[in-house]
């Protein structure tokens, strides 16, 4: 696709590669990187070093007097001044110049023209220029001609770490955003996830900004009416498979905007969990982590190439990005009308929580302000503890604005185009962890299809004792002596132990957001 002049960023090196087919990348990463390979399924294998996850502690926003009153300050957005954040950039302009060769990716964050941002990517790593040219927009041939100056740059030099001795960094990996000058720069970490995340940062500043809401939630829509919806949840609870439905065309697994017009993708592709992947629980993933796709950090078989997705020898966060166009039922472009249904995913290792429940307008915000999951602790001598995680709005770590900017925008939305609210628990029925099993995977596929049926808009419930909203107590395909946990434990008193150590742990979580919420939000949590 030529070169591009990147004299203009300080930046000289000569050879500059902008939007190499994944082909010649392929090509690149193999000849540069002697870790690359090529799985049996014709994927890119990448490595990322010492970093296989984000950093978020080391993410910093500059503060600057445009936005300072406008960013949620504290442990998710910490400052750096624009002396620091100057440092660092050129610390990464010095690294990218002492290159052969770089990479330009230039493509879109957005799928609705009206919104989209253009977005340059200048990195050394042809790994890292697949994996942008994966997640982000393809630009067509005309549109790249026309591409113009970025409205976003992103300087990956990655490979080069922060130094340490500069005010306001505690490590050597530093990831700083500045809003104003639309630029992020990375240091000391090569993990890809850092970029792909970096543009959600600066869409959910920047969207909110012209009353469009930024979702960190996947969404599909029905072929045959048109009907979508949108789908939150954070790591570990079902978003990405349950979002790859062959019943339902595929809008996005990951990140989304909701306008006056619908609801658009923002990116490209599609980054899902790699671990135990396998094509009898995951085929639409499972087979479009082919040629043009990424496989990162995976464990593979030196003869043959096939990879051990069960191999968590370097990380369990082992990934796979591939173009949105691999899934089958992708909907091309990746825009449909306004959602019909929110659904809020949790996996509840507590046992507490119904696998589906209807949420009054009051309760959405509650939950989507909470953003509730539990994991399973690690096991020691056979005892385990579900430990509690409540991220706001499921994305909190991208969160720009305070988390009531985007619950407000969510609410208005909703009762604009009158969109039911749903809370599914993906996690333990019939006992916490330990007692209860996991949700079958076939039993929440068909509340989804039950959702996006209307078989559940009238369907029996029954109010919840401890978080008050409505269990949906008949489900079709489900058995019903699951669907309500206080009846499915096999131990009233655990229940209502467990119930109350849940409800507590909500109500302590939410009394940092109690001021900025009215009393009837506050209302809809649980009762103490």
Known sequence: MGTVDLTP?????ADVRRNLAPSRLYEEAIRVD???????SGAL???????????????????ADESADEIWWGSVNINIDEATYIINLERAKDYLNTRKALYVVDAFAGWDPKYRLKVRVICSRPYHALFMHTMLIRPTQEELADFGDPEVIIYNAGQFPANQHTPGMTSKTSVDVNLEKREMVILGTEYAGEMKKGVFTMMNYYMPKVDVLSMHCSSTTDPQSGH??????????GK??????????????????????????????CYAKAIDLAPDSEPEIFQAL????????????????????????????????????????AKIPCIAGHPDDVIFLTCDAFGVLPPVSRLTPEQAMYHFISGYTAKVAGTEMGVTEPQATFSPCFGGPFLVWHPGKYAELLAEKMAK???????????????????????KLKYTRAIIDAIHGGALSDSKTATDPYFGMETVTEVPGVPSELLVP???WPEAAAYEQAAQKLASLFIANFEKYAAGVSPAVLKAGPKG
């Not at 960023?9 to 090196?13: A, D, K, L, S, W």
């Not at 185009?417 to 949700?439: D, E, I, M």
Request: proline fraction near 2%.
């Open 34 to 40: 002697e870790k690359a390979a090529i799985a049996d």
């Open 290 to 329: 082919r040629f043009g796709a990424v496989l990162e950090n995976v464990v593979y078989d030196e003869d043959d190439h096939h990879v051990d997705f069960s191999n968590t020898s370097i990380t369990q966060n082992t990934r796979g990005a591939y173009p949105i166009e691999f899934i089958r039922n």
């Open 486 to 488: 206080k009846t499915s």
């Open 417 to 439: 185009h009158n969109a039911k609210v749903w809370l599914v628990n993906t996690g333990w029925a019939g006992g916490g962890y330990g007692v209860g099993s996991r949700f």
């Open 9 to 13: 960023y300080g930046i000289t090196v």
């Open 240 to 269: 990405t498979t349950l979002s790859a439905d062959p019943k339902r065309l595929l809008i996005g697994d990951d990140e989304h905007c909701w306008s006056d017009d619908g609801i658009f993708n923002i990116e490209g592709g």
């Open 45 to 63: 294998i990448a490595y990322s070093g010492a970093k296989t996850g984000r950093s978020p502690t080391d993410k910093r926003i500059v503060r």
């Open 228 to 237: 979508s919806s949108v789908m939150f949840g954070l790591s570990g609870t």
